[in-house]
């Protein structure tokens, strides 16, 4: 089990039975980059990750530039 999976763990068992659209889940990353800006390239690449279809999973794991 990674670390971050107690995260996920507790989302899921204190949100679990939620719907929640995109634009909510967008405005909160947005809110958590603002109070945490060092995070900012992690929470890109998650988006980038949840915006794409299945299908560009395998350009999503290629190393991005610099």
Known sequence: MY???RGLEELEER???ELVNLAWLADRMRAFVDAN???E???DRLAT???RDEDD???F???PES
Do not use: K
Request: a negative charge.
């Open 15 to 17: 949100r679990g039975d």
């Open 41 to 43: 390239g992690a929470v």
């Open 37 to 39: 800006p060092e995070f």
């Open 57 to 59: 999973e395998e350009e």
């Open 61 to 63: 794991s290629e190393a």
């Open 49 to 51: 990750f949840l915006a």
């Open 3 to 5: 670390f971050t999976d």
